[in-house]
C-alpha cells in the first residue's frame, strides 16, 4: 500500500511497523528516527503495526519533530544562584 508523509510517497505493507516506517523516512529525510512524531488526523503512532493504528491505502501523515522542550537542568541551576544572590544583595541593601 501507499502512504504519504508530507509530500513524499512511500510503498509499504499493511503488516509494517512504525518503527520501520520512521527509518524509512530517516534514509529519506535524513532527520534521526528517534526524533520523528508521526500522526494521523489527531492520534499519534508511537508503536505496533500500520494496520493496528488504523493506516489505510493512500492515507496522509504528518511528521512533526518531538523536541525536548525547557532549560537544560545546568543553565537552570546556574540561573537560579545567580537569581539567589542578587536577591540576597537586594535584601542587604534595603537594611
Given amino acids: 500500500m501507499q502512504i504519504f508523509?508530507?509530500?513524499?510517497?512511500y510503498e509499504v505493507d499493511a503488516a509494517t511497523s512504525v518503527e520501520?516506517?520512521?527509518?524509512?523516512i530517516e534514509n529519506a529525510e535524513?532527520?534521526?528516527s528517534h526524533q520523528i512524531c508521526l500522526?494521523?488526523?489527531?492520534?499519534?503512532?508511537?508503536?505496533g503495526s500500520l494496520e493496528g493504528n488504523g493506516i489505510e491505502e493512500e492515507d496522509m501523515l504528518q511528521m512533526r519533530l518531538a523536541v525536548n522542550a525547557g532549560m537544560?537542568?545546568?543553565?537552570?541551576?546556574?540561573?537560579?544562584?545567580?537569581?539567589?544572590r542578587k536577591?540576597?544583595?537586594?535584601?542587604?541593601?534595603?537594611r
Avoid: C, D, I, Y
Fill in 5 to 9: 508523509v508530507g509530500s513524499t510517497a
Fill in 20 to 24: 520501520s516506517l520512521k527509518l524509512m
Fill in 30 to 32: 535524513f532527520v534521526p
Fill in 39 to 47: 500522526m494521523n488526523g489527531a492520534s499519534v503512532l508511537e508503536e
Fill in 72 to 84: 537544560r537542568k545546568k543553565w537552570k541551576k546556574k540561573r537560579m544562584r545567580r537569581l539567589r
Fill in 87 to 94: 536577591r540576597r544583595k537586594m535584601r542587604q541593601r534595603a
